[in-house]
């Protein structure tokens, strides 16, 4: 089955670098990971975070991988380099 998403509001996909409270004591920060999402613009927009995990290669690929199985293609901005990719 494929799905078309069509959504003019979706501006980009962002990869980030974030810290997570640890789950057995909310108080310490885990270690640095990095966070793929999808941002929307807009009214009623919002963030939706599609992946994240510890090494900047494997985030670059979701990056790329997992808008492309939901048939969209979008400009991925690494805050990591601060630069725009393709």
């Known amino acids: 089955m494929s799905h078309d998403i069509v959504d003019s509001s979706i501006a980009r ?5 974030v810290r997570f409270h640890e789950q057995e004591n909310p108080l310490v920060l885990g270690p640095l990971q990095y966070m ?7 009214e ?3 963030e939706l975070g599609l992946w994240y995990g510890d090494e900047h290669a494997d985030a670059l690929q ?14 991925i901005v690494d805050r990591t380099v601060e630069e725009t990719l393709q």
């Open 13 to 17: 996909i962002e990869i980030t670098q």
């Open 36 to 42: 793929v999402t999808l941002i929307e613009e807009g």
């Open 44 to 46: 009623g927009g919002g």
């Open 62 to 75: 979701a990056a790329k991988t997992i808008p492309e199985r939901l048939g969209l293609r979008y400009p």
